[in-house]
């Protein structure tokens, strides 16, 4: 009974090169008025003209193979661009989904029409894929989902509703988990669908957040008919696709690196030189970064070797996300707006942040379901 976090990789010297490369591009972003730096930007900032700069300098689709138009780089490769982006808080909302799980999740699944069709799009930041998941009474028991696809002569015909899907609204395709079959298994007779955006018979509206922004939507599906290559991967296999795709969603640099631009900022005060009390609060933050780094990256190693950690990747969300929204209350412990002085950048950022710590351990399936899933993957081992 033990948890598979060994060999842990480092992102060799060798790739120093490629981290100074991105941090020169995000300060000349900086200066020029490219992006303001922001709390959970990799959620919440969706800037389509980021996102192409950014693919212009291939990182961007870096994990895809060169004949499917992306640039064939390792996942260490990878994981330092994301790294620098998620510590500068740049808007990546636009792309992450379709380059973090969507083009994996095709690589592995898709038809070779359908890596052709996508892949280099997601490369170029032209092709913006959405999650449809969640339904209104599906989230965490997402073997329950309503939606429902039936096969007809001309293809599929897709109905039912998804909620929480964050970007729909500038997507140019969603990925939907939706009933093909009624299987006695509750996990088998799912399927996925890769469904082209806009759609005339697909309507999407927006869920305004609690700080007033336009970040997910309701999606319908009003017997939308789809071709029958928008079927990703086999009929029925839908529950092993996605489970293999949260992978990839739950163990990234993203759930421990959220609000690493306002631990930025806060330091950037150098209010440690004289507070003993902030200096230890930061040894304690940054102590605790460098082990949930570790663990994600023993993770990225394996799922970067074809393997399917699950409970591992539960286990760095779990730790992370927790993790995040201590350190935002560690440092509203510190920082008072209201008591002046305080750089408006940092008041900015902490008032977003506080405003997202619920979603942390919300996104990508809450921790209470994700600490079942560890419990239930060791009893086993
Ligand atoms: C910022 C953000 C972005 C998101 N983006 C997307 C997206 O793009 N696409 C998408 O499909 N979905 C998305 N979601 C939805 C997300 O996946 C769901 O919110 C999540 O899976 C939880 O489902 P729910 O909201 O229906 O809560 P519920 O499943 O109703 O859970 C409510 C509460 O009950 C607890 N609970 C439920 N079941 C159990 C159990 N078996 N044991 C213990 N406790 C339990 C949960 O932990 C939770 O605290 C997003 C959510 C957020 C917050």
């Known amino acids: 009974m033990a948890l598979t976090l060994r060999a842990v990789e480092r992102p060799p010297a060798a790739l ?45 689709g870096m994990t895809v193979p060169v004949p499917y138009g992306g640039h064939g780089r390792s996942a260490l490769e990878r994981y330092v661009v994301t790294e620098e982006l998620l510590a500068y808080g740049a808007p990546v909302a636009a792309h992450w989904i379709a380059d973090r799980q969507m083009a994996p999740g095709i690589l ?41 696809a039936v096969e007809t002569g001309d293809g599929w015909r897709i109905t039912g509703t998804k909620v929480w899907t964050s970007a729909a609204h500038i997507a140019t395709a969603i990925v939907v988990l939706a009933r093909t079959d009624d299987a006695g298994d509750r996990h088998g007779g799912l399927s996925q669908f890769l469904v082209d955006l806009p759609h005339p018979a697909v309507a999407i509206s927006p869920i305004i957040t609690i700080d007033g922004a336009h970040h997910f939507n309701e999606v319908v599906f009003d017997d939308a008919l789809v071709p029958r290559t928008a079927l990703l991967g086999e009929r029925g296999e839908g529950w092993r696709q996605v489970t293999a795709e949260l992978g990839n969603e739950r163990s990234g640099p993203e759930r421990f690196l959220s609000v690493m631009p306002l631990l ?36 990225a190693g394996r799922l970067a070797a074809g393997e399917n950690p699950a409970v591992e990747a539960a286990l760095v969300k779990d730790l992370g996300t927790g993790f995040e929204g201590e350190m935002v209350e560690a440092i509203r412990r510190h ?45 086993r081992r």
């Not at 070779?112 to 894929?129: D, S, V």
């Not at 330091?267 to 460098?290: I, K, M, Q, S, Y």
């Not at 008032?351 to 994700?370: C, I, Q, S, W, Y």
């Open 264 to 299: 930025r900022a806060w330091a950037a005060t150098g209010c440690f030189a004289e507070d003993p009390l902030a200096r230890a609060e930061l040894g304690r933050l940054v102590t605790r970064l460098a082990v949930l780094r570790q663990m994600s990256l023993a993770v």
């Open 108 to 148: 592995r699944n898709g038809t070779e029409e359908q890596k052709h069709r996508y892949l280099p799009g997601i490369a170029r930041a032209e092709q913006f894929i959405a999650i449809g998941m969640s339904e209104p009474d599906s989230g965490s028991d997402l073997a329950s989902v309503r939606t429902r």
């Open 335 to 379: 920082v008072d707006p209201e008591a002046g002085g305080v750089p408006e950048d940092l008041a900015a950022m902490l008032a977003k942040a506080v405003l997202h710590v619920p979603a942390f351990t919300l996104r990508g399936g809450t921790n209470e379901v994700l600490r079942s899933i560890v419990a239930k993957g060791l009893s």
């Open 16 to 60: 120093d090169g490629l981290r100074l490369e991105v941090r020169e591009f995000l300060e000349h972003e900086l200066a020029t008025g490219g992006f303001t730096p922001e709390a959970d930007a990799w959620m919440s900032g969706i800037d389509v003209a980021f996102s192409r700069r950014l693919a212009e300098r291939g990182w961007v």
